[in-house]
C-alpha cells in the first residue's frame, strides 16, 4: 500500500522561504515519477513540480520555475520542494503524487495513481 504524507506547510510572509516534504512508503519507487501539485480556493488542482525518483530531469510550472527546486532523499525515502520568494498567489494546499512511469513525467492530475492528503501554503502579511 502506497502511502505519501506531506509536512511543513505553515503560514509565511511574502518573499518568505518554506520546504515542504512528502514521506513515501509502501514500496520502492525507483520507477516512479514523483510530483507536486497545488490547488488553490475554487481553482483545478495544478502541476507544480516533478521528477523521477531515480535522479534525473526536474519539471517545473512556468510560475514557479527560479523560485521553487524539487529534490529527494533516497535514504530517508522523501521528496522535497524548496519554496523561496514566495507570493501571495502561492497560497494553496500543496499535494505529494506518485505514478509507475517510463519517460516524461506526467504533468496532469489524471495521470497519478496516488496522493497525500496535503498540506496547506498560505502567504500573507
Known amino acids: 500500500q502506497v502511502q505519501l504524507v506531506e509536512s511543513g506547510g505553515g503560514l509565511v510572509q511574502p518573499a518568505g522561504s518554506l520546504r515542504l516534504s512528502c514521506a513515501a512508503s509502501?514500496?520502492?519507487?525507483?520507477?516512479?515519477?514523483m510530483a507536486w501539485f497545488r490547488q488553490a480556493p475554487g481553482k483545478e488542482r495544478e502541476f507544480v513540480s516533478g521528477m523521477r525518483w531515480s535522479g534525473g530531469r526536474t519539471t517545473y510550472a512556468d510560475s514557479v520555475k527560479g523560485r521553487f527546486t524539487i529534490s529527494r532523499d533516497n535514504a530517508k525515502n522523501t521528496v522535497y520542494l524548496q519554496m523561496n520568494s514566495l507570493k501571495p498567489e502561492d497560497t494553496a494546499v500543496y499535494y505529494c503524487?506518485?505514478?509507475?512511469?517510463?519517460?516524461?513525467?506526467?504533468?496532469?492530475?489524471?495521470?497519478?495513481?496516488?496522493w497525500g492528503r496535503g498540506t496547506q501554503v498560505t502567504v500573507s502579511s
Open positions: 509502501g514500496r520502492t519507487f525507483s520507477g516512479y515519477a
Open positions: 503524487a506518485a505514478v509507475q512511469v517510463l519517460g516524461k513525467i506526467p504533468a496532469s492530475k489524471y495521470d497519478y495513481d496516488y
